[in-house]
């Protein structure tokens, strides 16, 4: 099992360095370090998950790089960048803190873009079980995300959350059609999160994250969405269990 522990890395780049799962990564700085066409954990079983533990990344970028199904666990994400959307597949999270300007960022319950029922049933079974031993999973209270946050197969009252700037959406407090024909009007923002929410039959709660580090005018958008949502008493400001 490959094992590397105890390690600074500053102003490196890593390039095509695949991780085939199995392996640990633990108690490492990284700062402004640059993964160029790398690969964590290409993993298809959940036994076989890499795990990152005690690690704090700084101002580092990702390009072209995929990101499998891996257990992070004490983990700090302190600004990330990246050239498209960061895809993580079937992340197992455990006190993992994000903080600072964030690109893009969709967390997948899948652990792969195609998958077998069998496959994503024991991804699930182990989903389940890692998350009755977890206290809390993810902290977005210092996040600012530049545009999209979506996350999956995390369970939301285990996520901390800024008030001001991101709510949950629980499905049995979607508004009724005529207060979503009318959030049309005052937020199209969150009109269109809501609506996907709605259609996507599959989702029993919904994280909207307002993209802070984006455009003014699109910030301040969803934030007027996420504070009408509440008075609707549809979007709900919960602390993590």
């Given at each position: 099992?490959?094992?590397i ?8 780049t ?9 392996s ?17 954990s ?16 700084t101002?580092?970028s990702?390009?072209?790089s ?14 990330l ?6 895809l ?14 964030i ?7 899948a652990?792969a ?13 182990a ?20 545009a ?5 197969g ?13 709510a ?10 005529d ?7 005052v937020?199209p ?12 039959v ?5 994280l909207l994250?307002?993209p802070l ?18 008075r ?7 602390p993590?269990r």
């Open positions: 099992m490959p094992i522990d105890t390690a600074a890395f500053h102003s490196e890593f390039r095509m360095v695949h991780d085939k799962g199995g640990q990564f633990r108690d490492l700085d990284v700062s402004d370090c640059t993964f160029d066409n790398c690969t964590l290409g993993v298809t079983r959940p036994e076989r998950m890499s795990r990152v533990s005690d690690v704090r990344l101002d580092c990702l390009v072209n995929q990101l499998g199904p891996t257990v992070l666990e004490d983990v700090v994400v302190d600004g960048q990246a050239n498209a959307l960061v993580c597949w079937s992340f197992f999270l455990r006190r993992v803190r994000v903080r600072g300007r690109t893009s960022i969709k967390l997948n319950r652990p873009a195609m998958v077998s029922p069998a496959m994503q049933a024991a991804f699930d079974e989903r389940a079980a890692f998350y009755a031993e977890t206290d809390w999973a993810l902290d977005l209270t210092q996040a600012r995300f530049v999209t946050c979506e996350i999956g995390v369970p939301l009252d285990l996520v901390r959350i800024d008030p001001e700037s991101q949950v959406v629980r499905r049995v407090d979607l508004p009724e059609p207060a979503l024909a009318e959030l049309r009007e937020a923002w969150a009109h269109e999160r809501i609506t996907w929410f709605r259609d996507d599959e989702r029993d709660e919904l994250v307002a580090a984006g455009k003014k005018a699109r910030r301040e958008e969803a934030l007027a969405g996420i504070a009408h949502l509440r609707l008493g549809v979007a709900r400001p919960e993590a």
